[in-house]
């Protein structure tokens, strides 16, 4: 889903990950999946993606 938003958006907020659909599958959306590593890192590629976006 995340690999669906950035090639149709280019960028994703990370607080989309706490609303739909993402939290279809869990309620906790990425916590329910992940381990909080996975999210913080998670959290650090869309922002990484984001401002890389943003320099170009």
């Known amino acids: ?3 669906d ?3 149709e958006h280019g960028v994703m907020d990370p607080s989309r ?3 739909s659909p993402f939290t279809d599958l869990t ?3 990425p ?3 992940f381990t909080t590593e996975q999210v913080e ?3 650090g590629t869309l922002r990484s993606v984001k401002a890389a976006a943003e320099a170009a």
Do not use: S
Request: zero cysteines; charged letters at 15%; hydrophobic letters at 50%.
């Open 1 to 3: 889903m995340i690999i």
């Open 5 to 7: 938003h950035l090639t």
């Open 17 to 19: 990950l706490y609303g």
């Open 27 to 29: 309620a906790r959306g």
């Open 31 to 33: 916590d329910g999946l």
């Open 41 to 43: 890192e998670l959290i």
